[in-house]
DNA sequence: GTGAAATTGACAATCGTTCTCAACAGCACC
DNA sequence: GGTGCTGTTGAGAACGATTGTCAATTTCAC
């Protein structure tokens, strides 16, 4: 086991946790950091990626890789999987009892164990897909 | 629309694919370039990075971000998803009708359109498990 | 073969992320 | 309320992957 990492309650910590859990969506750590300081905290930017390093590895925000970023979001305990608008960026939390069950035998069924996987689906929700409808027959 | 890209024919681009096919599992741009100088090409990094984006444009090769880098993998071209082996990186392709359908429907379920989706699967294959079970029970 | 245009390779530039390190702050103990 | 140990912070440098630049080269239609 590695040891088990003490880790202190900073204003700090606390201020990117409030930050992150303002935003119904996924966000770059640049972003919230840039948010942040708009709002007058003083709060570097190094910390801002150490913070949401931990909540990420404490199960307190999803992390995932969009564009070569690392995004997170505040979200439940629970695993789950996210259905993602790429236009505005708006998250669903998606529970999918058959997909864990399938991928748990597709990785049995190859030899594979302890699976963990990434399912994510992306696409436009209905009011941006509704806008660019409306800016695409005008044009 | 963009323009319709006209693609020229290069050793350099074979090269890069050519080495891209004698690799079963995904590799970096930057691991392929040096595996490739190592076998006597003088092919520039960038080139190597044009040749990887330009194949998985063209649905020849498969990408992936793992840990802030992209994977590259030459796959078939109809649409499937992966079990990657984290220790060794052996790859098995999956095909998952069923989880095409339920992306599908969550989506539409919730709004959106033109759903996209990624869904990898990772885990130990019974080799690299077998591995590690003695290197633990020996320790 | 000729010419226009895409491609190449070396290198610089960019961008997100992590590291470094001295100053600081949380927490347990007195 | 002090005191000390140790984790944390913030600024900037460092880092690594990727992309841009640009002159020289190569491809391809003619």
């Known amino acids: 086991?590695?040891?088990?990492?003490p880790r202190r309650s900073t204003k700090q910590r606390e201020a990117?946790?409030?930050a992150l859990e303002a935003s119904d969506e996924f966000v770059s750590a640049q972003a919230l950091h840039q948010s942040m300081r708009a709002e007058g905290s003083t709060v570097g930017l190094a910390?801002?990626?150490r913070a949401l390093a931990a909540l990420a590895e404490d199960g307190e925000a999803d992390a995932l890789?969009?564009?070569?970023?690392?995004?997170?979001?505040?979200?439940?305990?629970?695993?789950?999987?996210?259905?993602?608008?790429?236009?505005?960026?708006?998250?669903?939390?998606?529970?999918?009892?058959?997909?864990?069950?399938?991928a748990?035998?597709?990785?049995?069924?190859?030899?594979?164990?302890?699976?963990?996987?990434v399912?994510?689906?992306?696409g436009l929700c209905a009011e941006c897909a509704a806008e660019r409808d409306a800016r695409r027959s005008a044009g």
């Open 16 to 18: 990117v946790r409030e």
């Open 65 to 102: 890789q969009s564009a070569g970023e690392l995004l997170y979001r505040a979200c439940t305990k629970t695993h789950h999987h996210h259905l993602i608008c790429r236009s505005c960026g708006r998250t669903v939390e998606l529970e999918a009892a058959a997909v864990e069950r399938w």
């Open 119 to 122: 399912v994510d689906i992306f």
């Open 104 to 117: 748990g035998q597709v990785a049995a069924a190859h030899g594979f164990v302890e699976p963990d996987h």
């Open 1 to 5: 086991m590695t040891a088990p990492a």
């Open 47 to 49: 910390t801002v990626y």
